[in-house]
């Protein structure tokens, strides 16, 4: 597999779809990106809309510049466990490779920002634990 396969938009839209409960309480314009750290000249995003999430693969303009909330950077080593649970048990496998430092996952707004725009589940899912008064 080369180092730059991202998963496929497909299969991307598809894990967003089975796990709808992280998705549909973000605000609209909501963005989470994801790269493979060796080559990130694309990136696989995740927006939502009004009528859902929507999937895009987009280049990747660099951290500040990339209009995202989110950004997962996977490691080679996780890319080929992420590729095929695309359609499957992502959210279990993202959360594995952010506990063992193969995905890492850069939080580029305030967490306070992030909960006020409907992220608590998702981060949830992705093992971040939220406990005490953020303000």
Known sequence: MSTAALPDPQGWRAAAAARVELFQTLDAGCRIGFIARSSPAQMLVWEAGASGTDVQVAPFPGY???????????????MGDIVEAARGPLFDVLRAGIRSGSVVCYMLRRRCDLEARGYEELLEALGFAFMGACR
């Not at 500040?64 to 996780?78: K, R």
Request: proline share 0%.
């Open 64 to 78: 500040g510049n990339s209009g995202l909330d989110l950004l997962l950077a996977a490691n080679d080593d996780a």
